[in-house]
């Protein structure tokens, strides 16, 4: 079987050809363009499978609520305008004939650690990623728990900051405004006076600045309180952390180092972890899905 696999994320579109073992290969990245809208991401996913010959299912990973049984976006936020009530799944299946598959990129990217990575062998866990936003997935006797309303795991609209900063979902002092990666931005550039990425807030040089550190040591903090609630809500005995920046070992390291000593004693068996496949999980757990279909 050959699947066409997308993750479409804010701010980028990462696609590849996935083959029966679940190898992918001829990967490619193209801007999302977010602001643009939902309809022109959705035309521009119609343009790169319309690129390929012989693909037998598409398989996408998207940002927003999903109902995967139907392939319809339930509801965004602002980050990508007119993006909820998107109807994903007849509208390519409509234009390119290919059966697709539709699911929230956390719960795919749980998918894919539960089959392929860091949570293999583990029936029960929780995935979180941290990015422009923070998402999450809820994994129970070895299946996604997705609620009622296929949208459970939004742990990034708990509230840790109770009338605090305003969110792009209509609240006020959301988890993600205080412990995102872009949260983490923001507070850089807010005493430093400069805009850096991720990646440049942990080179050698920007880490070293005692400002910028503190800054770090106070985001991580703020994953703290938010992951302590999830802890006591769900009782797991995994956490797997993932986004581009939870690949800096000193955020699990800090975090270990914390957050037991702040937990009742009979939660601290938690093992917190970052994800194995990185920026691939998505891209596998949603073609894994659609192979199963």
Same mark, same amino acid.
């Given at each position: 079987?050959?699947?066409? %696999?997308?993750?479409?994320?804010? /701010?980028?579109?990462? =696609?590849?050809?996935?083959?029966?073992? &679940?190898?992918?290969?001829?990967? @490619? /990245?193209?801007?999302?363009?977010?602001?643009?809208?939902?309809?022109?991401?959705?035309?521009?996913?119609?343009?790169?499978?319309?690129?390929?010959?012989?693909?037998?299912?598409?398989?996408?990973?998207?940002?927003?609520?999903?109902?995967?049984?139907?392939?319809?976006?339930?509801?965004?936020?602002?980050?990508?305008?007119?993006?909820?009530?998107?109807?994903?799944?007849?509208?390519?299946?409509?234009?390119?004939?290919?059966?697709?598959?539709?699911?929230?990129?956390?719960?795919?990217?749980?998918?894919?650690?539960?089959?392929?990575?860091?949570?293999?062998?583990?029936?029960?866990?929780?995935?979180?990623? &941290?990015? /422009?936003?923070?998402?999450?997935?809820? !994994?129970?006797?070895?299946?996604? !728990?997705?609620?009622?309303?296929?949208?459970?795991?939004?742990?990034? @609209?708990?509230? %840790?900051?109770?009338?605090?900063?305003?969110? %792009?979902?209509?609240?006020?002092?959301? !988890?993600?405004?205080?412990?995102?990666?872009?949260?983490?931005?923001?507070?850089?550039?807010?005493?430093?006076?400069? %805009?850096?990425?991720? &990646?440049?807030?942990?080179?050698? *040089?920007? &880490?070293?600045?005692?400002?910028?550190? @503190?800054?770090?040591?106070?985001?991580?903090?703020?994953?703290?309180?938010?992951?302590?609630?999830?802890?006591?809500?769900?009782?797991?005995?995994?956490?797997?952390?993932?986004?581009?920046?939870?690949?800096?070992?000193?955020?699990? *390291?800090?975090?270990?180092?914390?957050?037991?000593?702040?937990?009742?004693?009979? =939660?601290?068996?938690?093992?917190?972890?970052?994800?194995?496949?990185?920026?691939?999980?998505?891209?596998?757990?949603?073609?894994?899905?659609?192979?199963?279909?």
């Amino acid at each position: 079987m050959k699947i066409l %696999t997308f993750d479409i994320g804010g /701010t980028n579109i990462k =696609y590849a050809l996935c083959d029966e073992k &679940f190898h992918l290969y001829d990967r @490619h /990245t193209v801007p999302t363009q977010a602001e643009l809208g939902g309809q022109n991401i959705i035309n521009k996913v119609i343009g790169i499978i319309e690129q390929y010959e012989g693909v037998d299912r598409v398989a996408i990973s998207t940002a927003g609520q999903v109902d995967s049984v139907n392939g319809i976006v339930v509801y965004s936020t602002n980050n990508i305008p007119y993006y909820t009530g998107m109807l994903v799944k007849k509208i390519i299946e409509n234009k390119t004939g290919i059966p697709t598959y539709v699911e929230n990129d956390v719960n795919a990217a749980a998918i894919g650690e539960a089959k392929f990575g860091a949570a293999r062998g583990s029936s029960d866990f929780i995935c979180l990623t &941290f990015g /422009t936003g923070i998402g999450g997935a809820i !994994y129970i006797n070895d299946k996604l !728990y997705k609620g009622v309303g296929s949208s459970a795991g939004e742990f990034g @609209h708990i509230i %840790t900051h109770a009338g605090g900063r305003e969110c %792009t979902c209509g609240g006020e002092g959301c !988890y993600e405004q205080y412990a995102s990666a872009k949260a983490l931005i923001q507070k850089v550039e807010s005493v430093t006076g400069k %805009t850096m990425n991720g &990646f440049e807030i942990f080179r050698e *040089e920007n &880490f070293n600045n005692p400002e910028i550190r @503190h800054a770090i040591d106070i985001w991580i903090d703020e994953i703290i309180i938010g992951l302590k609630s999830i802890i006591y809500s769900f009782n797991p005995s995994l956490l797997v952390l993932g986004g581009g920046i939870m690949n800096e070992e000193y955020i699990i *390291e800090l975090i270990d180092r914390k957050i037991y000593k702040q937990l009742m004693t009979n =939660y601290r068996n938690v093992n917190i972890v970052n994800t194995e496949l990185g920026n691939d999980a998505a891209l596998l757990g949603v073609a894994y899905a659609v192979s199963k279909l």
